[in-house]
C-alpha cells in the first residue's frame, strides 16, 4: 500500500466515497454528487491547511482516501483525520496502513500537533482503527458534518507516539 496525492482523475472515487449511502451511513448519509466534486477540486488544490491522499495497493488499484486537515474550533485550530475505503477493498487493512503513513509524516512534518479522529459511535471498523493506531478515547461528542449532527468518539494522538495501544482519558 502506498499514499500518493490526490489528482484530477479522483472525482469518480470521491463520488463513489461520499454519494454512496452505504459509504456514508456512519455521516448521516450520501453528500450531494456537486459537493464532493467541488471538495475533490479544492482537495486537487491542496494547500497548507490539508493533506488529501488517495491510498492505493500494492497492485495499483485506487482503493479510498485519507486526509490530515487542520480547522478552527472554538477559537483554536485543531488537526483531524479521517478515511474512507471503497467496500471491495475493506477489510484488508488498508485504512489502518494508511492512517499510520499519514500519521508517521505529520510526526515527520512536525506541525500538526495533536490529531483527532471522530467516527461516529457505532462505527465500529473506524473506533478500531483508532483503538489500534495508539488514539486516546477521550469520550462522546457531538459534531456537525455536511450540516447533520452527529454523535462520534473523540479520540486524540500526537504523531509519532500512535504505534502504542490506546488509553481511555477523560477530559
Not at 474550533?73 to 488537526?79: A, C, I, Q
Not at 457505532?122 to 483503538?131: A, L, Q, V, Y
Request: aromatic content about 6%.
Amino acid at each position: 500500500m502506498r499514499l500518493r496525492a490526490v489528482e484530477a482523475g479522483d472525482v469518480e472515487t470521491y463520488v463513489r466515497m461520499r454519494c454512496d449511502p452505504g459509504m456514508m451511513a456512519e455521516l448521516g448519509g450520501p453528500l450531494p454528487r456537486e459537493k464532493v466534486v467541488a471538495r475533490h477540486a479544492k482537495d486537487v488544490e491542496g494547500g497548507d491547511d490539508i493533506w488529501a491522499r488517495m491510498i492505493v495497493t500494492d497492485e495499483g488499484e485506487t482503493a479510498g482516501g485519507v486526509m490530515l486537515w487542520s480547522m478552527e474550533e472554538d477559537g483554536v485550530t485543531v488537526s483531524e483525520i479521517g478515511w474512507a475505503v471503497l467496500p471491495e477493498f475493506q477489510g484488508k487493512g488498508l485504512a489502518k496502513a494508511a492512517v499510520r503513513q499519514l500519521l508517521d509524516e505529520a510526526a515527520e512534518d512536525g506541525r500538526w500537533g495533536e490529531v483527532e479522529a471522530n467516527p461516529g459511535v457505532t462505527n465500529g471498523p473506524s473506533n478500531g482503527i483508532c483503538r489500534s493506531t495508539g488514539f486516546r478515547l477521550r469520550g462522546e461528542r457531538e459534531l456537525t458534518f455536511a450540516d447533520r449532527l452527529l454523535r462520534t468518539n473523540h479520540w486524540v494522538v500526537v504523531p509519532g507516539e500512535h504505534t502504542g495501544s490506546c488509553t481511555q482519558q477523560s477530559e
